[in-house]
């Protein structure tokens, strides 16, 4: 795809989202649920969408929130539900909403004490610290659209394990949900504001210091502090922008926050590639204000609007690729946490750098790929049998440092601050720590591109089998495997993984456009990736006319 000319450029004002037109789209507009685009779907990461389109407004959330509601009583889950949102605008309508229908339902909502934002780790890590402290199982819900465009809303529930709700759990909210619509809401509980405060349910919760004060279970927070390592933050306008002083107070840590706006049309964040503003931390333009400014810290880091994204920017290097520090995470950690098994796994998407595997392979320890999506990790996590669990596209969580569960969710505070304590502990930025793994492992080249299908060819490649690909030969290299379930468990990938000696491509439908998106890696050459990117087509074709 061309890059927009304006990409890494501020927005100019007339082309900024109307918040008081969006808001009005949230309440007014009424989706048509024989319409598939405009019917509730949970994703990877819950329910998202757009109020102008008819896909995020307040009868999905009244909806969602009933059934989710309900499905906390059928289970028999009494504990406070923990309930967050972001900055994102249509984040506070729904939150309100949410609780209108929560408290409508007798359960106990437990939300920031000043009505603030929340990030998703830090619901994540506020369920786990709940229940293994009390008998009534807690669960969450996060208002967010993570790193999406100003328009978008999304939802999210996280289970009692605290991460996203498995494919099971979210099946049955969604066709609840619908039902609800179908019906015109009827079965849907609703408080108004007065009725919300006298109910009683709505606890002030310190999620701050509650997420703050048990940060030096998780990072070598005295590391850092003797080090003083300068670290430079960009929010970008999001949900976190509130932890860093508190942080930085508590640790003695050298921390300046470069950006304290906070605006629902995220003025401030520069335009993507495609030219939207997208606060998506992994995107050099996007994080253009911050590399600007690079060489004023030691370690600069920025988040995506909730808070479960990291972007990782050494001076010399810039914004790493997430897929580079996610190896050299891994390799760090399985170094430098003594209490962990030695029999502990580590964890990748089928779609993340092949790097990660020769890493993990090269330190003798156990790797285990998943689909798409951070619900896989959850209970690998949960249990303290996964160390880490990482996703290419710039989120990741770990233990703690004894080895017990931390959040079951992306944290991107952690993955921020792990930076700053590789550079104190080895004296080496995450930058030159990969490459040293690229001398020792080869260098990798990593594309992802979006391809034309039709919903046909689509449902075609969700439910290939190996067997539908007869080729023995890619980009010049024989076929080692053929993957339509990932290794690690056995759960279909919805798509297809073909693998060389050193190179493979994955490829998945998209579940909101007329796509399937293709991801790329060669450790030979931009030539070979070239290569593999027609031959990966040209199969995908040949598996289409079958």
């Known amino acids: ?62 909806a969602i929130s009933q059934a989710i ?50 990030p998703t780790p830090v619901i994540s890590h506020a369920i786990l610290t709940h229940n293994v402290s009390s008998n009534e199982l807690s669960d969450g819900i996060v208002i967010t659209p993570s790193h999406n465009p100003p328009t978008d809303g999304g939802i999210k529930y996280n289970s009692y394990k ?23 809401l009827n079965g849907v509980k609703r408080l108004s ?11 002030p919760f310190d999620f701050i210091h509650h997420y703050v004060n048990d940060l030096e279970n998780v990072i070598d927070m005295k590391a850092i502090a003797k080090a003083k390592v300068r670290i430079g933050v960009d929010p970008m306008g999001g949900s976190g922008i509130h932890y860093w002083q508190p942080i930085a107070d508590k640790y003695g840590l050298d921390i300046t926050v470069v950006n304290t706006e906070v605006d629902p049309t995220f003025r401030f964040v520069p335009l993507d590639k495609d030219g939207k503003i997208r606060m998506d931390c992994s995107s050099p333009y996007a994080m253009n204000a911050l590399l600007n400014i690079k060489d004023d ?13 990291h972007g ?28 962990w098994p030695a029999d502990i796994k580590f964890g990748k998407t089928l779609v993340s750098s092949g790097m990660i595997d020769r890493v993990v392979n090269g330190l003798g320890k156990q790797l285990s790929e998943v689909p798409v999506g ?22 990741a969580s770990f233990l703690r440092k004894n080895g017990q569960v931390w959040t079951t969710d992306k944290d991107g505070f952690i993955l921020a601050l792990l930076a700053a304590e590789i550079l104190a502990v080895t004296g080496k930025d995450p930058s030159e720590f990969y490459e040293e793994q690229v001398s020792k492992y080869g260098r990798p080249f990593y594309q992802r591109i979006d391809v034309a299908a039709t919903p046909e060819q689509k449902a075609v490649l969700s439910r290939l089998s190996s067997e539908d690909v007869k080729q023995t030969e890619l980009a010049g290299e024989e076929i080692l495997q053929v993957l339509t379930h990932a290794p690690g468990n056995n759960a279909a990938i919805g798509g297809l993984k073909v693998v060389t000696q050193n190179g493979w491509f994955a490829a998945r439908p998209s579940g909101t456009e007329n796509v399937y998106k293709i991801y790329l890696e060669s450790f030979i050459s931009e030539q070979h990736l070239a290569e593999l990117e027609r031959a990966a087509k040209a199969l995908v074709d040949q598996v289409f006319s079958v």
């Open 374 to 395: 951070f619900k896989w990790y959850v209970e690998g996590l949960y249990q303290g049998e996964m160390a880490f669990g990482g996703e290419e596209s710039a989120g």
């Open 69 to 118: 509601a309900e499905y906390r009583l059928q289970q028999k889950i009494t504990g406070p539900l923990y309930l967050g949102k972001d900055t994102h605008a249509l984040s506070e309508a729904a939150f309100q909403t949410t609780l209108s229908v929560l408290t409508a339902n007798g359960v106990n909502v437990r939300v920031q004490s000043d009505n603030g934002y929340t």
């Open 193 to 203: 504001e007065q009725g919300q405060t006298d109910s009683g349910l709505i606890e």
């Open 1 to 62: 795809m061309a890059i927009h000319p304006q990409a890494g450029k501020l927005a100019p004002l007339d082309s900024l989202v109307n918040i008081p037109k969006l808001m009005s789209a949230y309440f007014l507009q009424k989706p048509d649920v024989s319409q598939a685009v405009q019917q509730v779907a949970f994703g990877t990461s819950g329910h998202r969408g757009n109020a102008f389109h008819t896909s995020f407004n307040e009868d999905h959330i009244l």
């Open 162 to 184: 605290g991460g996203p709700a498995d494919k099971e759990i979210t099946d049955w909210v969604a066709s609840r949900a619908n039902q609800l619509l179908a019906e015109g």
């Open 297 to 309: 810290f030691d370690i600069a880091v920025g988040n995506d609007p909730d808070y479960d994204r």
């Open 312 to 339: 990782i920017v050494c001076p010399k290097s810039g914004l790493m690729n997430p897929n580079a520090y996610l190896g050299v995470a891994i390799e760090y950690l399985s170094q430098h946490r003594e209490d």
